[in-house]
């Protein structure tokens, strides 16, 4: 499975960028499969939305084709 998800992990991480504000990502892992939320200040969200089919793209190019990504404002 790819990057040691096989048994089922998550990470959060709480950022405070200075021109995108509060950002806070949860990721899950589970059989290879990868579920991300990423809850973000409103100004921030449509910059954020923007760069999500590059990540997206990154994620299939390290074998998580099945990724799901969703963003939300806090």
């Known amino acids: 499975a790819a990057g040691g998800m096989e048994k089922g992990s998550s990470i959060r991480l709480r950022l405070q960028l200075p021109h995108l504000g509060a950002i806070e990502l949860r990721a899950l892992g589970f059989a290879g499969q990868v579920s991300v939320r990423i809850h ?4 921030a969200t449509p910059a954020l939305a923007k760069e999500l089919p590059g990540l997206q793209a990154k994620l299939r190019d390290r074998g ?11």
Do not use: T, V, Y
């Open 40 to 43: 973000a200040d409103e100004h």
């Open 64 to 74: 998580l084709a099945g990724a799901q990504i969703a963003l939300d404002s806090l």
